[in-house]
């Protein structure tokens, strides 16, 4: 089942995501990005790169109405995380209540159970490596890609899955939602074993969108509590070093060292180092994510920093809750598992196929081999293999476009909706793009060899040129030309000339900004009418008074007269 992939219409050609993505799981067809699911490790990466957020992700928040409106017994089983995200935890509590769920749960309290079951396995195994085993992304990315290291994961149940047993062992009929900011967690409950034991996983991002459709702020809502709490252990897993503190006294004595990772290029990096055997006796606690689970990719738009988070997440594990709530029963529950390698089976090309391929993209020695990157892929060889796989094309390879453009009939500088410029060593103006003469209104002969500074203010050409670093994919705003643009620099040190490709976002960024200050204009105005509203009121109101004052008087005297005249 495809659970995450790039929406078709967004989708820019930029290959930011394959430069994100860390093992390479996206390929190219007919210039659209699209997720390899059988190669991809669901950190993601390129959905926090993609400059379009062009992310499609498959949601369970119908399954998750289509619930409520069978008024099932909705379980929220949300994450120990979610405490960083509301300055009033509580209130977040009370807006899970407004929108159905029947029952709280923290995960917490599960993570409970998972630190006492780590604690039993590594006094009876006593393994020379183990790996903590909570997060799916680490543990795809370990039995995809390090398939032999994939039995140093310690094989117990993520946090998740046992508080989602335990919930179905006291009701089997319970509809169980886990809620947390991590895209990895959609894919677990769907692996072998665990089907049934959560029903759903929202994301925060989802929840939010949820109160949002109900009107709801949960920092304005009076404080719950969850009907079932965790204790401190549980509690410190999003953070940093938070599983191992929890039996750290049994890893000392059994001679382990502790070792926290974050970060998928970091984890990467220890086990090269446990695949080589150079690591010595260690428990490893590995996380996808930089500072842990309180930053996964899938949280709001709009939300408080990332330390601020950590600090509210620190508070809960000392402060807790005013009243604990009930416990979760996990007497007899079995919370072992076994993560099955799946490893990621990459077809070899003989030097010959790679040549000839490197020899399509304009690369006949080695010299013409730039390794530049930006196509994604960390050397021109390594590009050469992912042609070969179908993961690629040929064209993703800008200085590969730039040879062909000094051909003068290249169709990808002359169809291409980016501006494009060459520039020489002094920066001045080669070659420009047709795109580029309709957005300067000029043509590319009116300002051959005169300085880019004609047409640009040097934002970044001297620096590359002066460096020989390339710039890539920089938000730039030139004043003077009205443009906003996704600006790409690259130096060809072969020509000694700069590269310059711009990807016009004027007007994503004007309908941005004039979306803003329509809803800017409808506040001023909505107080505004409502000012001139009640100003009518009170002079309304006043006359009435006036009127009715006079009224009486009038009355009055009527009434007086008609009473002498009867007398």
């Known amino acids: 089942m495809q659970l995450i992939n790039f929406k078709e219409a967004n989708c820019k050609n930029c290959y930011r995501c394959v430069r994100a993505c860390p093992v390479k799981a996206i390929r190219f067809q007919d210039h659209q990005a699209i997720i390899d699911d059988t190669r991809c490790i669901a950190c993601g990466q390129c959905f926090l790169a993609c400059p379009q957020n062009a992310r499609d992700i498959q949601s369970d928040l119908p399954k998750l109405r289509k619930a409520f409106e069978k008024e099932k017994n909705v379980v929220a089983l949300i994450a120990p995380s979610f405490a960083g995200f509301y300055r009033n935890k509580g209130g977040f509590i009370h807006g899970l209540k407004e929108l159905g769920f029947s029952k709280v749960v923290e995960v917490s309290s599960g993570a409970d159970e998972v630190t006492r079951a780590y604690e039993r396995f590594m006094v009876e195994e006593n393994p020379f490596y183990a790996i903590s085993s909570c997060c799916p992304t680490v543990n795809l990315f370990i039995r995809r890609y390090y398939e032999e290291l994939s039995d140093y994961l310690i094989p117990v149940v993520s946090p998740m899955l046992a508080t989602g047993k335990a919930v179905k062992g006291e009701d089997r009929e319970s ?29 925060m991002e989802e929840i939010s969108q949820m109160f949002t459709e109900r009107n709801l702020d949960p920092e304005a809502l009076s404080p719950y509590r969850p009907e079932i709490s965790g204790n401190d252990l549980g509690k410190k897993y999003p953070l940093k070093g938070g599983i191992g503190e929890g039996f750290e006294s049994v890893l000392t004595e059994k001679g382990y060292d502790i070792l926290h990772v974050e970060g998928i290029d970091q984890v990467k990096e220890v086990l090269e180092e446990l695949r080589s055997g150079s690591l010595g006796r260690v ?25 601020l988070r950590k600090q509210l997440v620190k508070n809960h594990v000392k402060t807790g809750w005013l009243e604990k709530g009930s416990t979760l029963s996990f007497s007899g529950m079995d919370l072992k598992t076994t993560y099955m390698r799946n490893p990621v089976r990459k077809k070899q090309f003989s030097e010959k196929e790679i040549l000839t391929t490197l020899g399509r993209m304009g690369k006949r020695k080695p010299k013409d081999e730039l390794d530049c990157g930006a196509c994604g892929y960390d050397s021109c060889r390594e590009k050469a293999r992912a042609v070969l796989e179908g993961m690629s094309d040929v064209e993703m390879c800008m200085p590969f476009m730039r040879t062909r453009a000094e051909h003068m009939n290249d169709i990808i500088f002359y169809n291409s909706p980016n501006m494009i410029f060459i520039l020489d060593e002094d920066l001045c103006i080669t070659q420009m793009n047709p795109s580029a003469e309709i957005t300067f209104k000029v043509k590319a002969d009116e300002v ?7 047409l640009l203010e040097d934002q970044g050409f001297s620096r590359v040129k002066t460096s ?17 643009v996704m600006q790409s620099i690259l130096f060809l040190p072969k020509d000694n000339q700069i590269l310059v490709i711009m990807s016009d976002i004027t007007e994503e960024e004007n309908r941005r900004q004039e979306l803003q200050t329509m809803k800017e204009n409808t506040i001023a105005i909505t107080n505004k009418v409502i000012e001139k509203q009640m100003r009518v009121a009170h002079e309304i109101a006043s006359l009435l008074g006036e009127t009715t004052a006079e009224t009486k008087i009038a009355l009055n005297r009527l009434k007086e007269i008609v009473q002498e005249e009867g007398s």
């Open 448 to 454: 051959k060899n005169l300085p880019i500074q004609f």
């Open 468 to 484: 020989g670093y390339n710039d890539l994919n920089r938000r730039i705003i030139y004043e003077e030309a009205g443009l906003i």
């Open 283 to 307: 428990f490893l606690e590995l996380n996808a994510c930089h500072e842990s689970c309180i930053s996964g990719p899938c949280i709001p738009k709009k939300t408080i920093s990332t330390f």
């Open 175 to 203: 509809y169980t939602v886990f809620i947390s900011p991590c895209l990895s967690k959609k894919c677990e409950p769907l692996t072998f074993g665990n089907e049934g034991t959560v029903d759903a996983v929202i994301t």
